[in-house]
T-cell receptor
Framework: KQEVTQIPAALSVPEGENLVLNCSFT??????LQWFRQDPGKGLTSLLL?????REQTSGRLNASLDKSSGRSTLYIAASQPGDSATYLC?????????FGQGTRLTINP | DVKVTQSSRYLVKRTGEKVFLECVQDMDHENMFWYRQDPGLGLRLIYF???????EKGDIPEGYSVSREKKERFSLILESASTNQTSMYLCASSSFEDLLSGANVLTFGAGSRLTVL
């Protein structure tokens, strides 16, 4: 059974810093991995999708990497802004379904 | 853009009531999913469906059932609501083509927050 872990559970940094969020998974037989953002009381917004054959994906200030062999993914946020404050969730696609980590609650302090 | 609409943002029900949570998507997606989200437990899959009238149990199906009579609509049913079903419920959809290509992108609705008293 796939298990997904995100560390840290919460992170608070000053505005402007670069930061890394971590995601690890136990079963390397994945289809792809998806990073989401969730604002309080809202649904999830997809940020980046990395297919199993890819090593990384970039969108603006976000860069996600995938290392299947070690069961790890990272989400790198450059030049953080207060608007980046949210919970970030990692989801790993297995056969037909997505298994989530518990998320990292990120706070960017002005 | 794909739009996934959950009809009720907030519901308050009493123990023992039958509760329907409705989800509609407008992009002809084959796959639809129901998750619940609880603090400290993350998102857990309740049921999913990859075609009309098809359903598969997720990780926590107990106390729930689903209905998929039309492709665009996936309903979650709590036959007899209990206080431990108080939660945020999230519906999502994706296309079968994306799944086959490995580019599966799950699109979520805004969520339905259910309180059972």
């Amino acid at each position: 059974k796939q298990e997904v872990t995100q560390i840290p559970a919460a992170l608070s940094v000053p505005e402007g810093e670069n930061l890394v969020l971590n995601c690890s998974f136990t079963d390397s037989a994945i289809y792809n991995l998806q990073w989401f953002r969730q604002d309080p009381g809202k649904g999830l917004t997809s940020l980046l999708l990395i297919q199993s054959s890819q090593r990384e994906q970039t969108s603006g200030r976000l860069n996600a990497s995938l290392d299947k062999s070690s069961g790890r993914s990272t989400l790198y946020i450059a030049a953080s802004q207060p608007g980046d404050s949210a919970t970030y969730l990692c989801g790993v696609w297995g056969a037909q379904k997505l298994v989530f980590g518990q998320g990292t609650r990120l706070t960017i302090n002005p | 853009d794909v739009k996934v609409t959950q009809s009720s943002r907030y519901l308050v029900k009493r123990t023992g009531e039958k509760v329907f949570l409705e989800c509609v998507q407008d992009m002809d997606h084959e796959n639809m999913f129901w998750y619940r989200q609880d603090p400290g437990l993350g998102l857990r899959l309740i049921y999913f469906s990859y075609d009309v009238k098809m359903k598969e149990k997720g990780d926590i199906p107990e106390g729930y059932s689903v209905s998929r009579e039309k492709k665009e609509r996936f309903s979650l049913i709590l036959e007899s609501a209990s206080t431990n079903q108080t939660s945020m419920y999230l519906c999502a959809s994706s296309s079968f083509e994306d799944l086959l290509s490995g580019a599966n992108v799950l699109t979520f609705g805004a969520g339905s927050r259910l309180t059972v008293l």
